[in-house]
Structures are given as structure tokens and as C-alpha cells.
């Protein structure tokens, strides 16, 4: 790009009316500025746009390769380029699956495979038919895995609570820290427990820890390799590294080089997800993502919900230097997603060369961070309204809910509209003075404390309303980050697909981890040293 996105951007955000004055003047605005897909509506009226700059930030989208990197995405192109593989998680929620080939491999054939057999697995531990090695049925299992291979499924189990089905107790197992295989563990019984560890590499040091923990807690208990091997399973793109590990091949879910790990709840790594909801419910999960693709791949850019999206990241990050973007779902079972965009986009976008491998002129990637509202109300929110700091938000609202509790849900709504207009209005230290007058106070009082009322507004934010949070929704929200972050890469002209910088700290911990078991300080920076020789004197 010739002109850095900052230097066209920036201009314009300095000249942008308030909200206040646009909404004034345009009556209709926010009926402009919305669109909907796939059971998602969202309200984008609440930003600091008018025709000018929403113009400009079109053509940007125009002018990007954004059509070209999607196309070349559905046609199998080594898209993720510094790995030179294709990107194609997408294929993995399409329904059609026949003549879909990639370096001549049959990759249809081998999704259905895929998913024939973990709906099989599934089935036989819904019926309790799966009997562990004492003959008993399978009652609890055990997911290992971390990133994408814990991110995504932890949050769409507890985005579907209401959706459970299962007769089987499901239980994460993520961070290396002992405590949390120790904890899962206290009061399991190996015998009904099921393993499965979720790694493409099979590779990954905190996942293969803790499904080394689990393996002696199986020995511990008395079970014999082929025990063992009756409760592990695993889903990995290392066979062999599986089969070391002790894993029957009968018992590995595949997984692919053109899937990234945090794009992939729609392979093998979703068998959490449909277990406890369900063969049908994990398929309208699917339903739901392929039909956000659609709308992708073929809506216009001026209606295109990702698109959008994008573009508003983007103009907030270049144009007005902003650099976090709050997620606020408005739903307690889905309190989770700001945790999983925040690897999706973060992990993703992240970076500061482009394509080639040059330095970008331009900031990339905002911090994700948020909670379910209404909690953050009484947390962060205060700095969302009164400090100085702008802070893109997008509000996540579900309009139907599973549980009968109406006025609690419409006090809910209340609070998430509510929030999205008081960012956008503020209060005006006229406004705060008047306020205090009316309620008793002194001329001299009200002055005084009229400051400290003010709200200075003008703070943007999105809002979309599902129609419920159902799995085919929830398939289509998550669909949409995808490719909400896919266009911000392409903009940017960096490969949204890599994670080269996750790999610094692994390297640096095996030398340090080897100083820590042998007892010795080694030879590190003085800080480092100092830390070891801490950690050993008193651990």
C-alpha cells in the first residue's frame, strides 16, 4: 500500500462529527447504518462514521484483496504462505462434502470419516455401551489440550449449556499447572474415565504433560498398558507420535495440516462440543458457521457483516489510534467468547511484518478483553465511560432464552441497550449540574460535584442481537469473528494464519527448565538467573 492506512485514516477521524450531532442530524441512522445474516442483526450506528468516512473505509475494502485471498482460500491455495499450506477450516462445516479434493487427496471422504466416527464414539457413550477395562460404563471424560484445542470447545460447551444431553461429566484439562489434573482427578474413578488428547503435533509440552499425568494416575490405579489404551483416545495429525504415546490407531480422530488450531472446533476438536449436545445440535453448529461463510464469500461488501465488522477495527485502530476492543456478551453462557476471540484475533493479527516478510507502517490487532455483562457494569465499565481512553465495545445480546425468568431477561436488555447509549451520549456537565440540582442539592454543591458526573460520550460500539443463542447461531457468531479477522489480515497484508511469535517462549523454556531439574542457576540474563536460583531455594 503507498499511503500507510494511518496517514489516510487519521485525517478524517480528526475531523468526524460526535455522535450526538449525527444522530441529530439523520433521524434514520440507525436503520442505515445495520444489517443482518444469519439470524444476527447488527446495529453500527453507534460509531464515529459518517458518509465520508464510511465511503472511504468502503473502498479500502474495495481495494484490498480481501475477494482475492477468500477465493483463493475456497480454491485450496497455500494461502498461509510463510507455511505453505491451505487454509480450508471452512470445508470442515460445509454440507456437501463429494468432489472435494486438495494435492489430489479425497479431503471430503476423509471428513466424513471424521465425523461418522465421532458420531459413533459419541453414540456408544450417550447409551453408556462404551465399558471401560473393568466393565463398567464410561461416566466421565477428560478433554487434554490447550489454545484452540481447549479455547474453542470450553467456550461452545458452555455457550450450549441448555442444549446438554449427555450422561457423560466432561472436564477440561489445560494448563501445565499440576493443580488442575490433580484437581479433575480428585474423586474420578479410572475405571469409568475416558481420555482423549487433543494435540496436532501431539507434541504440545503442557498437553503432553498432563496426558502423562493421566497415564500414571491410570497406573497408579492398577491398569495394565492394554487398559490403558481402551481409555485413551486422542485426535492428532502424528499418528505415530500417538502410537508411541501408547494411543491404538482405532482410537485416533485425524486432523490436518490446513486446519489452524484456533479454527478448529470444526474438526475432531469439537467432539466435546457434540457430545454434550449431540450428534443433530453439533451438525446445526456447522449448519449455522457454513451459512455465515455463504454470506461471506457472496453479500457485498456494504452488507457484509464481516466486512463491516473489519472495517471498524480497522478504522479505530489506524484511524484513531484505539488499542483494545472490549467483547461484552450480554449472556452468562457465553462469557466465555471474549477468551476465545482473544486467541482467534490476537494469535491471528498479531504481527508486524506483512506477507513478504517486511515491516508494516501500520498498527495491527487490538487487546481483546471482556466479560458477560452485567458483571463488568460494576468493574470496568467506569473506565469505559469516564476515562480518556477510547475503547471500541461490541455488545452481544440474545433475543430468546432458554429459561422462563422474562423480566429478568428484559432488565438484562435494558442494561445492554442502556450501556451502548450512555457511551454514545454521555452526560455534559450541564446535564450533571442540573442533575443535581434537581435532586436538592445547593448551587455551590452542585458545582462541586458536577465534574465529577460527566461522561464524556462519543465512545463507539456495536451491538448484535441474536435470535437465540441455539447452535446454528452460535455457529454463525463464531463464523463471523473468523472472517471479521481474516478481512482485518487482508487489509493489512499480513498472513492472519501463522503464530511464529508463540514459538520464542517454548524454545526459551526447554534450557530453563532443564537449569530448574538439574539444580543449577546455568547461564541466563542476570534477571532470569536471579528468578532460578529463587525458584529453587524455595520451592
Known amino acids: 500500500m503507498s499511503v500507510t492506512l494511518s496517514a489516510l485514516l487519521q485525517p478524517l477521524a480528526a475531523q468526524q462529527p460526535p455522535l450526538r450531532q449525527l444522530f441529530a442530524a439523520e433521524p434514520g441512522r440507525a436503520a442505515r447504518f445495520s444489517a443482518s445474516a444469519c439470524g444476527i442483526y447488527l446495529d453500527y450506528s453507534k460509531n464515529l462514521i459518517d458518509e465520508q468516512s464510511w465511503q472511504t473505509l468502503q473502498q479500502l475494502a474495495a481495494q484490498s484483496p480481501i475477494r482475492q485471498l477468500s477465493q483463493q482460500m475456497q480454491a485450496g491455495a497455500a494461502i498461509n504462505n510463510t507455511e505453505q499450506r491451505a487454509v480450508w477450516h471452512s470445508r470442515l462445516r460445509q454440507q456437501d462434502l463429494t468432489n472435494l479434493k486438495l494435492d489430489n487427496e479425497d479431503i471430503g471422504a476423509a471428513i466424513a470419516a471424521c465425523r461418522e466416527k465421532m458420531a459413533a464414539l459419541i453414540e456408544q457413550l450417550h447409551q453408556q455401551q462404551y465399558l471401560g477395562y473393568q466393565g463398567k460404563a464410561i461416566t466421565d471424560l477428560i478433554w487434554v489440550g490447550i489454545g484452540g484445542s481447549l479455547l474453542g470447545p470450553q467456550m461452545a460447551v458452555e455457550a450450549l449449556t441448555p442444549y446438554h444431553c449427555s450422561p457423560v461429566k466432561l472436564?477440561?484439562?489445560?494448563?501445565?499447572?499440576?493443580?488442575?489434573?490433580?484437581?479433575?482427578?480428585?474423586?474420578?474413578?479410572?475405571?469409568?474415565?475416558?481420555?482423549?488428547?487433543?494435540?496436532?503435533?501431539?507434541?504440545?509440552?503442557?498437553?503432553?504433560?498432563?496426558?502423562?499425568?493421566?497415564?500414571?494416575?491410570?497406573?497408579?490405579?492398577?491398569?495394565?498398558?492394554?487398559?490403558?489404551?481402551?481409555h485413551f483416545w486422542a485426535t492428532s495429525s502424528n499418528i505415530q507420535a500417538a502410537a508411541d504415546f501408547g494411543i491404538i490407531e482405532q482410537h485416533i480422530l485425524p486432523m490436518w495440516d490446513w486446519v489452524g488450531g484456533r479454527y478448529s472446533l470444526w474438526s475432531a476438536i469439537g467432539l466435546p462440543v457434540a457430545l454434550m449436545i449431540g450428534n443433530n445440535a453439533f451438525a446445526e453448529l456447522l449448519k449455522g458457521a457454513a451459512a455465515m461463510d455463504q454470506h461471506f464469500f457472496t453479500t457485498p461488501f456494504n452488507e457484509n457483516l464481516p466486512v463491516i465488522l473489519a472495517l471498524l477495527g480497522i478504522w479505530y485502530i489506524n484511524g484513531f489510534g484505539c488499542q483494545a476492543q472490549a467483547l461484552l456478551p450480554y449472556s452468562h453462557y457465553l462469557r466465555l467468547l471474549p477468551s476465545y476471540v482473544q486467541q482467534l484475533d490476537m494469535e491471528s493479527n498479531g504481527k508486524s511484518v506483512d506477507r513478504q516478510g517486511q515491516a508494516l507502517a501500520d498498527a495491527?490487532?487490538?487487546?481483546?478483553?471482556?466479560?458477560?455483562?452485567?458483571?463488568?457494569?460494576?468493574?470496568?465499565?467506569?473506565?469505559?465511560?469516564?476515562?480518556?481512553?477510547?475503547?471500541?465495545?461490541?455488545?452481544?445480546?440474545?433475543?430468546?432464552?432458554?429459561?422462563?425468568?422474562?423480566?429478568?431477561?428484559?432488565?438484562?436488555?435494558?442494561?445492554c441497550f442502556a450501556q451502548t447509549q450512555a457511551l454514545m451520549q454521555g452526560k455534559t456537565l450541564?446535564?450533571?449540574?442540573?442533575?443535581?440540582?434537581?435532586?436538592?442539592?445547593?448551587?455551590?454543591?452542585?458545582?462541586?460535584?458536577?465534574?465529577?458526573?460527566?461522561?464524556?460520550?462519543?465512545?463507539?460500539?456495536?451491538?448484535?442481537?441474536?435470535?437465540?443463542?441455539?447452535?446454528?447461531?452460535l455457529g454463525a457468531l463464531i463464523?463471523?469473528?473468523?472472517?471479521?479477522?481474516?478481512?482485518?489480515?487482508?487489509?493489512?497484508?499480513?498472513?492472519?494464519?501463522?503464530?511464529?511469535?508463540?514459538?520464542?517462549?517454548?524454545?526459551?523454556?526447554?534450557?530453563?527448565?532443564?537449569?530448574l531439574s538439574a539444580n543449577k542457576p546455568g547461564n541466563f540474563d542476570s534477571s532470569t538467573t536471579q528468578l532460578i536460583q529463587r525458584f529453587l531455594k524455595n520451592s
Open 430 to 473: 450541564t446535564e450533571a449540574k442540573a442533575e443535581c440540582l434537581a435532586l436538592g442539592m445547593s448551587e455551590p454543591a452542585a458545582t462541586e460535584l458536577a465534574p465529577h458526573k460527566v461522561s464524556p460520550g462519543n465512545k463507539p460500539s456495536n451491538t448484535m442481537l441474536l435470535d437465540e443463542l441455539s447452535p446454528y447461531h
Open 364 to 415: 495491527t490487532a487490538p487487546v481483546i478483553w471482556g466479560d458477560a455483562g452485567t458483571n463488568g457494569q460494576h468493574a470496568y465499565h467506569q473506565l469505559l465511560h469516564q476515562s480518556q481512553l477510547k475503547v471500541p465495545a461490541d455488545f452481544i445480546l440474545p433475543l430468546k432464552v432458554s429459561h422462563s425468568l422474562t423480566d429478568q431477561h428484559q432488565r438484562l436488555a435494558a442494561h
Open 479 to 515: 463464523a463471523l469473528y473468523e472472517h471479521k479477522v481474516f478481512c482485518q489480515g487482508a487489509i493489512w497484508e499480513l498472513n492472519s494464519f501463522d503464530q511464529w511469535g508463540v514459538e520464542l517462549g517454548k524454545q526459551l523454556s526447554g534450557p530453563i527448565y532443564q537449569a
Open 171 to 230: 472436564h477440561f484439562a489445560g494448563n501445565i499447572d499440576g493443580a488442575v489434573v490433580s484437581d479433575i482427578t480428585r474423586g474420578l474413578d479410572p475405571a469409568t474415565t475416558l481420555v482423549v488428547v487433543a494435540s496436532k503435533s501431539f507434541g504440545t509440552e503442557e498437553t503432553k504433560q498432563n496426558a502423562l499425568a493421566l497415564r500414571q494416575w491410570f497406573k497408579d490405579a492398577g491398569a495394565d498398558s492394554d487398559a490403558i489404551a481402551l
